[in-house]
């Protein structure tokens, strides 16, 4: 039973133009959310998080929006540039006990196109 | 500061050998994890530690034991390979009371 989704394995964005990758959950206990992008050949790396108490996060060029009734979020990257290249993954985390444990998807890899 | 480092970064078993993969950190972190990444899987939580002498099992521990003896090493022990192991493996950690995991640069393994 998959709790994080991302449906859509791939991306491909032209560079200067909006990239918005998505993510769906079904575990109404997860309460905070995170982003992570990944590099081939290197370990995930921290982008962008949000608590359940908010709906927006903003860190420069990524915005984080989180619909908590639809259990859905997405990361809006603004503008993209090929560096932005890599696979992003969502994740999730129920706090209260579950030692901040964080539940992966199976992530969406973004191509930014010159 | 060197964060979290992995070794070996590749491996090839056959099936039936032993080995251990390192992981350490130079953050004091109390909280350190392995996951696996698989084609399509995502990351998998094998095994977590919450500190010195405390581990638990993740999503999947099936073939992996793991111990923690000191803050900063949290070795992944394959007792018998199997090609089902085969995979990119990564440590990470945090601190205590925070979500954001930091993680090391994965170890390639591939079991024949």
């Known amino acids: 039973d998959q709790q994080v989704k991302q449906n859509s394995p791939s991306l491909s964005v032209q560079e200067g133009r909006i990239s918005i990758l998505n993510c769906d959950y079904t575990n109404s206990m997860f309460d905070y959310f995170l982003w992570y992008k990944k590099y081939p050949a290197e370990g995930p790396t921290f982008l962008i998080s949000i608590s359940s108490i908010k709906d927006k996060n903003e860190d420069g060029r990524f915005t984080v929006f989180l619909n908590k009734s639809a259990k859905h979020l997405s990361l809006h990257i603004v503008p993209s540039q090929p560096g932005d290249s890599a696979v992003y993954f969502c994740?999730?985390?129920?706090?209260?006990?579950?030692?901040?444990?964080?539940?992966f998807g199976k992530g969406t890899l973004l191509t930014v196109n010159p | 500061n060197a964060g979290v480092t992995q070794t070996p970064k590749f491996q090839v078993l056959k099936t039936g050998q032993s080995m251990t993969l390192q992981c350490a950190q130079d953050m004091n972190h109390e909280y350190m994890s392995w996951y696996r990444q698989d084609p399509g899987m995502g990351l998998r939580l094998i095994h977590y530690?919450?500190?010195?002498?405390?581990?638990d099992q993740g999503e999947v521990p099936n073939g992996y034991n793991v111990s923690r003896s000191t803050t900063e090493d949290f070795p992944l022990r394959l007792l018998s390979a199997a090609p089902s192991q085969t995979s990119v493996y990564f440590c990470a950690s945090r601190m205590d009371n925070s979500y954001e995991q930091y993680f090391g640069p994965g170890t390639r393994l591939t079991v024949t």
């Open positions: 530690s919450v500190g010195a002498g405390i581990t």
């Open positions: 994740a999730a985390s129920a706090s209260g006990g579950s030692n901040y444990k964080l539940t």
